[in-house]
């Protein structure tokens, strides 16, 4: 089954200590990417990636950094995190080219930063 | 960089026809998106269209025209399921595909 899984689903944190959500899709796409959901706000996009090794800063980056060291796996790290990232976070993955019309969607990670 | 309009909220009654509208700017256009989206849970996939026209679905038909920047999504025969939030997403070709979404138009359904 195609699936894109996230880790953890919910969290309460405290500022400053760092975390580390994971995502992995099992659908060999070239494509990754991580977005905040905010009421009123949308979807918006943190960070990007278009291959293994290849990163790029989306909308809102600050605070955030990536890593993609492998095809499957697109962890998002908050280094020191601050009760304003406080958001619901999804995952999303893509493959490139033509068949890339279909974005998959991670179940979202409530994080709560206090 | 990217700007998407679409309403922030719609009302309408179980049975109904009811169009959402969106509006973009962007320069490396490659797509648009409709997502349907209930509180908490991920976006779910609806239409795609990249040329101009309609693209019919079952209840739900998504339209687009590229040189007005325009596109719409009509939900016909509304069920109370179909109260959610929509989200207008294009995708830029001109920044690796990546998409932008609106900010979602929440619809609610009424009886």
């Known amino acids: 089954e195609a699936q894109v899984t996230q880790n953890p689903r919910y969290l309460i944190t405290v500022t400053g200590k760092k975390l580390t959500v994971t995502c992995s899709q099992n659908?060999?796409?070239?494509?990754m990417s991580w977005y905040r959901q905010d009421p009123g706000l949308g979807l918006r996009q943190i960070y990007y990636?278009?291959?293994?090794?290849?990163?790029d800063k989306g909308d809102v980056p600050e605070g955030y950094k990536v890593s993609r060291k492998e095809k499957r796996n697109f962890p998002l790290i908050l280094e020191s995190p601050s009760p304003n990232q406080t958001s619901l976070y999804f995952c999303?993955?893509?493959?490139?080219?033509?068949?890339?019309?279909?974005?998959?969607f991670g179940e979202g990670s409530w994080l709560t930063v206090v | 960089g990217q700007n998407i309009d679409q309403p922030t909220e719609m009302t309408a009654t179980e049975g109904a026809i009811v169009q959402i509208n969106c509006t973009y700017q962007?320069?490396?256009?490659?797509?648009l998106f409709w997502y349907q989206q209930h509180a908490g849970e991920a976006p779910t996939f609806l239409s795609y269209?990249?040329?101009?026209g309609l693209e019919e679905k079952g209840r739900f038909s998504s339209f687009l025209s590229r040189s007005k920047g325009y596109s719409y999504l009509l939900l016909k025969e509304l069920q109370m399921k179909d109260s959610a939030s929509y989200l207008c997403?294009?995708?830029?070709?001109?920044?690796?595909?990546?998409?932008?979404f609106g900010g979602g138009t929440r619809l609610m359904v009424k009886p």
């Open positions: 999303a993955s893509q493959p490139q080219g033509r068949s890339g019309n279909t974005i998959y």
């Open positions: 659908m060999n796409h070239e494509y």
């Open positions: 990636s278009m291959n293994v090794e290849v990163t």
């Open positions: 962007t320069s490396g256009f490659n797509g």
């Open positions: 269209n990249v040329l101009d």
């Open positions: 997403a294009v995708r830029d070709g001109n920044a690796g595909n990546m998409l932008t």
